[in-house]
């Protein structure tokens, strides 16, 4: 398994604004994974991040909005940029370090918009 | 693409009683994980199933994965009010991707 943490644990930002979530790991991971999940929603993928390599975003999310950064095998940062009401959401990020590489998920980031 | 669905959406029980929760494929699971989520919070691993007809428990659940390896249940048994929360399953999409798709959810609260 993996301990994952996240920061912040919460905010409350105004529209217009950028904010950068961070993830750390305790151990080296080569997958990790943001996800969003909207009140009351499921948790939907934006992006892989491995590291060595660009992220990998998913139908509907684009990098100018969510860049991702994988600087080594125990941290990452998505920043949510010029934000929204709509971008209020849970972000979570995820490692891939089961023994079948099953996911283990942060405590997610409470993201208000106003 | 793959879809997840899950029922019941929600749940509300007494402490004691037994409940199921079904999680329902478009496609051949690769690989099925149960999650907990209390309200708000970050997700927690319960069990992964991957084999047809495959079966394990954890404490007082049980999760199966039927033998076409497109539907799972989640069994509680005796529940209690730490096992209020929302439950979700995900699924490895497969090939090789990691990418995981998840289930609508299921919220379950425990009446003492």
């Known amino acids: 398994s993996a301990v994952i943490s996240q920061k912040p644990s919460r905010d409350i930002c105004q529209r217009g604004t950028s904010l950068t979530i961070q993830c750390q790991v305790d151990?080296?991971?080569?997958?990790m994974f943001w996800y969003r999940q909207q009140p009351g929603q499921s948790l939907t993928l934006i992006a892989t991040?491995?590291?060595?390599?660009?992220?990998?975003?998913e139908s509907g999310f684009v990098i100018d909005k969510f860049p991702i950064s994988r600087p080594n095998l125990t941290f990452s940062t998505l920043t949510v940029s010029n934000m929204s009401p709509e971008d209020s959401s849970i972000y979570l990020c995820?490692?891939?370090?089961?023994?079948?590489?099953?996911?283990?998920f942060g405590p997610g980031t409470r993201l208000t918009v106003l | 693409s793959q879809e997840l669905e899950q029922s019941p959406q929600s749940l509300i029980v007494q402490e004691g009683k037994n409940l199921t929760i079904n999680c329902t494929s478009s496609?051949?699971?690769?690989?099925l994980y149960w999650y907990k989520q209390k309200y708000g919070e970050g997700l927690i691993f319960l069990m992964m199933?991957?084999?047809?007809?495959e079966e394990k428990s954890h404490e007082k659940i049980t999760a199966k994965l039927d033998e076409k390896k497109q539907q799972s249940s989640l069994h509680i048994t005796a529940s209690q009010p730490s096992h209020a929360g929302i439950y979700l399953c995900?699924?490895?999409?497969?090939?090789?991707?990691?990418?995981?798709?998840f289930g609508t959810g299921t919220r379950l609260k425990v009446l003492a």
């Open positions: 995900g699924a490895d999409e497969g090939r090789g991707t990691y990418k995981y798709i």
């Open positions: 151990s080296q991971v080569t997958m």
């Open positions: 991040a491995n590291q060595g390599s660009e992220a990998t975003y």
């Open positions: 995820s490692v891939a370090a089961g023994e079948d590489n099953e996911q283990f």
């Open positions: 496609k051949t699971l690769y690989g």
């Open positions: 199933l991957q084999k047809g007809g």
